[in-house]
């Protein structure tokens, strides 16, 4: 069974620090995907990562997949609180389901 | 273009009742998933609908049932309520294509049940 395991699962900075969270799994994704999820709202895509080594970045936050692909990390650089959010990582099984990590809840005090 | 509308928003029920959601999805999406979001598990994968076929299941109960209406639009079904029910049900579209997965997911807001 195909697991992805994200750590914290809870982060609480203040604005303007750096923060790094991570997506693991024992098992080889042929991509994964970040979501963020706000209070009251569905999870919105962020991004998705296809190859091995792959570096993505969007604005402030940079997403990296590993050379194996088994393991992926979100950067955010200058934290600020519009940041604040669920941040769930996600990959295809074999049947083409995503499989989910249960996320990182991060909080940005002003 | 109109997002992916969950109704009703919000619902109280009691247990041993039954509960119904309804998704609308993306115009032109004719991939539907529900998903379960609970504080403690996460999201959990209810099923997919695709042209009106369940295509994927996951590890529910047969309490929890859905369908897929012609014009792509979905409905979850939630049979003999439990407490242990209380939860964000999500519903997700996306351009699926027969037998691949296909990229992003589009969220609606949610329905938010309690059951009492």
């Known amino acids: 069974t195909q697991l992805l395991e994200q750590s914290p699962q809870f982060l609480s900075i203040q604005e303007g620090e750096n923060l790094t969270v991570y997506c693991n799994s024992s098992s080889v994704f042929s991509s994964l995907q970040w979501y963020r999820q706000e209070p009251g709202e569905g999870p919105v895509l962020l991004v998705t990562v296809v190859t091995g080594g792959e570096v993505k970045k969007l604005k402030r936050l940079t997403f990296q997949f590993g050379d194996a692909r088994k393991d992926s990390s979100l950067h955010i650089t200058a934290a600020q609180p519009g940041d604040t959010g669920l941040y769930l990582c996600?990959?295809?099984?074999?049947?083409?389901?995503?499989?989910w990590g249960a996320g990182t809840k991060l909080i940005i005090k002003p | 273009k109109a997002g992916v509308t969950q109704t009703p928003r919000y619902l109280i029920k009691t247990r041993g009742q039954q509960v119904t959601l309804s998704c609308s999805p993306i115009?032109?999406?004719?991939?539907v998933s529900w998903y379960q979001q609970t504080p403690g598990q996460g999201l959990q994968f209810l099923f997919e609908y695709f042209s009106e076929t369940q295509r994927n299941k996951g590890n529910f109960p047969g309490r929890f049932s859905g369908r897929q209406f012609s014009n792509s639009r979905s409905e979850m079904n939630v049979s003999t309520l439990e407490l242990g029910d209380s939860a964000l049900y999500l519903c997700a579209s996306s351009l699926a294509v027969t037998g691949g997965f296909t990229g992003e997911l589009f969220f609606g807001e949610g329905s938010r049940l309690t059951v009492l």
């Open positions: 996600a990959g295809p099984d074999s049947n083409y389901q995503l499989i």
């Open positions: 115009s032109g999406h004719r991939s």
